[in-house]
């Protein structure tokens, strides 16, 4: 822009000049054939007439110069903030000349490349919507799957058998009672254990939920509301424990809610001992039930839950350790580093 400026008036002053040494050459063509003796006075006369109009010729281009410079500018001002207010469909007219047009190009151009930018983002948020969308329908999909499994294998063969039970115990109520007694006592413990499946199972349907507050808050308000509607006598030992990021407690909680549930539904445990506690810069949860327990053995072939909790419990960079025997209940204990924490 300023280098067209520059020529401008670098092309302007070369007209002026010329035109004054035309006229002053015309000057004094004319007085060398008509001798007159004020001939001095009358050329001195008219070269200060020259350098006047010099002047006056290239004050009139620079002040129509301005102008054009001033739209031009304006019209440059004026596309920008268009832009700025999120039109990027627009596009300014070229054509000024010189490094003008070179400007005004380039800001077109500038203009696509954002346009175009905005464009991807858009599809690449659509795409993200509809891969979240994806993600959250074969997580759906895998859990009712996962439910409709525990479903088929506990609950419905658990209420098969109270069926063939309950039929048994009619038909033989009369004829010996005694066989009928104990058939009503085997309805009675299986009822108890479909109980608590279904306990666990809901658990998991509809699951509690950290919201806005710390894992100790959560985690009490979870053994509150099973301690009243299970058989269970659950025991909580919880301190407050600072530093964790968010996503830490989070899996905290669902590692928790997992242990649980298990409990409830395979330990046939009366008591469930849970502790949260700070140790030596690290988070420590351990869970404890009563039940029949199960051999070592058997961990590679155990539930879901126990291969969720160990996943769950790698993803936040965590140790994990189960403990179990046969007829002497479970243990589950976990240690997670605090990297959340501030410097003091």
Do not use: W
Request: aromatic share 6%.
């Amino acid at each position: 822009m300023f280098h067209y400026h520059i020529q401008t008036i670098k092309y302007q002053a070369i007209l002026s000049a010329a035109s004054a040494v035309v006229l002053f050459i015309l000057f004094r063509i004319y007085f060398f054939y008509r001798p007159d003796p004020d001939a001095l006075l009358i050329s001195s006369l008219a070269s200060g007439a020259c350098f006047v109009l010099q002047f006056v010729v290239q004050t009139g281009f620079a002040i129509r110069n301005y102008r054009l410079l001033r739209n031009q500018l304006q019209t440059i001002d004026l596309y920008i903030k268009t832009l700025s207010a999120g039109k990027l469909s627009a596009r300014i007219r070229t054509g000024s000349g010189g490094s003008m047009s070179r400007i005004e190009q380039s800001l077109n151009d500038l203009a696509d490349k954002m346009d175009h930018q905005v464009k991807s983002l858009q599809r690449l948020v659509d795409e993200n919507t509809e891969m979240n969308a994806r993600i959250r329908s074969e997580a759906v999909t895998e859990e009712r799957q996962r439910l409709a499994r525990d479903l088929h294998d506990a609950v419905s063969q658990q209420l098969f058998a109270l069926s063939m039970l309950a039929s048994a115990a009619v038909k033989m109520i009369h004829s010996h009672p005694d066989k009928a007694a104990e058939n009503l006592t085997d309805i009675s413990d299986i009822a108890r254990k479909a109980q608590g499946e279904m306990r666990a199972l809901l658990l998991h349907l509809r699951p509690v939920r950290l919201n806005n507050e710390s894992i100790s808050d959560g985690l009490s308000r979870l053994i509150r509301e099973l301690d009243g509607k299970t058989p269970i006598h659950f025991e909580a030992s919880i301190e407050k424990v600072s530093g964790m990021t968010k996503g830490v407690e989070n899996n905290l909680f669902r590692l928790s809610q997992e242990a649980l549930s298990n409990a409830l539904r395979h330990s046939e445990a009366t008591k469930v001992q849970l502790g949260l506690r700070e140790d030596d810069g690290s988070v420590v949860l351990s869970i404890y039930d009563n039940g029949r327990g199960f051999s070592p053995d058997q961990e590679k072939i155990a539930s879901y839950g126990l291969k969720t909790m160990r996943e769950r419990a790698e993803e936040i960079g965590g140790s994990y350790q189960l403990t179990t025997h046969q007829g002497e209940g479970t243990s589950i204990h976990l240690r997670v580093p605090i990297h959340g924490r501030r410097a003091e």
